[in-house]
C-alpha cells in the first residue's frame, strides 16, 4: 500500500506551515461539521438567521465542536463587526474598552457581535455589566461555556439570551473532518481501517483535538500503514484512554465508582491515580465524584455532596496537581460514608408515575387561589395550616384525587437517615390517625 503516498498530491508548503485546525476553518455556516440541528432551517440558529432577527444567545457544548466558528461566522452573516474576548485573560477595564468601542461603532451605523469564550468564569458583577449594553442594542451577545448555563450565568442575563446547546461530534462526523484534513494536506493518513477508527474515537467529539492527532500523525516519517497496535504504541495513553469497547475510560471510571460504593478508599483512591496518570480531565473526575455522593449516599451522610462540591470548587481554584488532593479528599470521605439509594429509588418510581398519571391536576384543597372565581370554584378550600396544627402536622392528602397513596421513599438503617427513618415511620402513624386509620 505504500504506492497510494506516490499518487497523491503535496499540500502546498505555505499552507504547511499553518496549523491545520486554521486552515480548516468553515467559511461559512454550510461547512460547519456536526450541528445541523441548529444550523438547518429549522433549528433556532437558522430560524433566527432566516427571519433576519439575531438575538444575543449562549453556546453551550463540549470543547471542539465549533463555538467560537459559529461565532465568527454569525457575525459575517449579519454584518455585525466581530470581536471577541476570553473571560480567562478580560476583567473590568477590557470589558469598559469592549463597550467603548461597540458605542462608537454603533454611532457609524456598525453593529457589534461580542464573542465571549469561556462567560461563565465571569463573576456577577462582570456578567450584569453586559445587560444595558444588550438591552439598548450595542452588542449583540454571543457567549460560549462547557458548563451549565443555568448554574453558571446570571438569570438576567439568561433571560435575555436563548441558550443553545451544541453536541460532541459523533464519529461520522469526525470521518468527514479527517476526510477534509487529508484533501487539505494531500495525502491520506497511514492509518488503515481499525487505527483510523481508534484514532477518532481517541479525540472523543472534540474536532480540535482530531485535528491536532492528524497533524501529529501526518508528521511521522513512515513507508508503511500503521496498524491499531503500531498506533497505540505511539499514541499509547490516548489509545487506550478513548478504545472503541471503553477500555480504560470506562472500564476505570466504573472501577472507581464500584470501589467508592464498595467502600474501599483505597482502591478509590489508587483507580483515581490512574485515570488521572492517563490524562483523564479532572473536572470530569469531580462531576463524577459529586454524581456518587448523590447516587449512593444522599441522605445517608448529608455532608457528602457540599464536601464534594466544595473539593470541586476548590480544584477550580487550585487547578492541578495540587487541586487534585482537594478531590481524593472527597473520595475518601465517600468511601466511608455510610451509604443509601433510597432517594435514588424514590426519585426514579416518582417519575415513573408522574409519566403515567401527568395529566392529573392537585386536589382542590392545595390548588392557588389568586382570584374570587378560583375561590368560588373551590380551590384552596379546607386547606389545613400545617402550622396550625396539632404537632405541626394536618395530614391532609397531597397527591392527585383517586390516586392511591404510595411509599416511595424508603430510608435504611444507616447513617443520617436511621433518624429520617424514624420520622417517615411517625408521620406515616399521625397521618393514620389523622385520618381514622389508625
Known amino acids: 500500500m505504500a504506492d497510494l503516498f506516490d499518487t497523491l498530491p503535496e499540500a502546498t508548503p505555505s499552507d504547511g506551515r499553518r496549523p491545520l485546525a486554521d486552515r480548516l476553518r468553515p467559511r461559512t455556516l454550510s461547512e460547519v461539521i456536526g450541528q445541523g440541528k441548529i444550523l438547518s432551517p429549522d433549528g433556532p440558529l437558522g430560524a433566527m438567521l432566516a427571519a433576519g432577527s439575531l438575538s444575543s444567545i449562549i453556546l453551550w457544548g463540549p470543547p471542539g465542536v465549533g463555538k467560537t466558528t459559529i461565532a465568527r461566522l454569525l457575525a459575517d452573516e449579519t454584518d455585525l463587526s466581530f470581536v471577541q474576548i476570553s473571560a480567562i485573560f478580560a476583567g473590568v477595564p477590557e470589558l469598559r474598552k469592549v463597550f467603548e468601542g461597540a458605542k462608537l461603532r454603533r454611532r457609524n451605523g456598525q453593529g ?100 491536532n492527532l492528524i497533524e501529529q500523525v501526518s508528521a511521522w516519517k513512515l513507508d508503511r500503514i500503521l496498524d491499531k497496535p503500531a498506533l497505540s504504541a505511539r499514541l499509547m ?33 489508587y483507580w483515581f491515580a490512574r485515570m488521572l496518570e492517563g490524562g483523564e480531565d479532572p473536572r470530569y473526575l469531580a462531576r463524577r465524584i459529586t454524581r456518587m455522593a448523590v447516587e449512593d449516599i444522599a441522605l445517608a451522610d448529608p455532608d457528602a455532596q457540599r464536601i464534594c462540591l466544595d473539593a470541586w470548587n476548590t480544584y477550580e481554584r487550585l487547578g492541578s496537581p495540587e487541586g487534585e488532593l482537594a478531590l481524593a479528599g472527597a473520595l475518601v470521605h465517600l468511601s466511608l460514608a455510610p451509604k443509601s439509594n433510597a432517594v435514588y429509588t424514590a426519585f426514579k418510581a416518582a417519575k415513573a408515575a408522574a409519566k403515567q398519571t401527568g395529566s392529573e391536576p392537585p386536589p382542590l384543597h392545595i390548588r392557588n387561589a389568586p382570584t374570587k372565581m378560583m375561590r368560588d370554584m373551590g380551590y384552596g378550600a379546607d386547606y389545613a395550616y400545617d402550622h396550625d396544627q396539632q404537632d405541626g402536622f394536618s395530614g391532609q392528602n397531597y397527591f392527585p384525587e383517586g390516586m392511591k397513596r404510595p411509599v416511595w421513599y424508603l430510608p435504611p438503617e444507616r447513617g443520617f437517615e436511621r433518624e429520617l427513618k424514624k420520622r417517615v415511620e411517625y408521620f406515616a402513624k399521625l397521618r393514620a390517625k389523622r385520618n381514622g386509620d389508625g
Open 237 to 269: 495513553r490516548r489509545a487506550a484512554k478513548y478504545d472503541k469497547n471503553g477500555e480504560e475510560h470506562y472500564n476505570l471510571i466504573s472501577a472507581l465508582h464500584k470501589s467508592v460504593r464498595g467502600s474501599d478508599p483505597d482502591a478509590a483512591l
Open 112 to 211: 457589534t457581535l461580542l464573542f465571549v469564550d469561556e462567560i461563565h468564569r465571569f463573576n456577577k458583577a462582570q456578567q450584569d455589566s453586559f445587560l444595558p449594553h444588550m438591552e439598548d442594542g450595542t452588542i449583540l451577545l454571543v457567549g460560549a461555556t462547557t458548563e451549565n448555563p443555568s448554574f453558571e450565568l446570571n438569570a438576567a442575563v439568561l433571560s435575555r439570551a436563548q441558550v443553545i446547546v451544541l453536541e460532541r461530534l459523533t464519529l461520522a462526523d469526525l470521518e468527514r473532518l479527517a476526510q477534509r484534513a487529508e484533501q487539505e494536506m494531500g495525502h491520506a493518513l497511514p492509518l488503515d481501517g481499525p487505527a483510523r477508527e481508534s484514532m477518532l474515537e481517541m479525540a472523543d467529539g472534540d474536532g480540535r483535538a482530531l485535528l
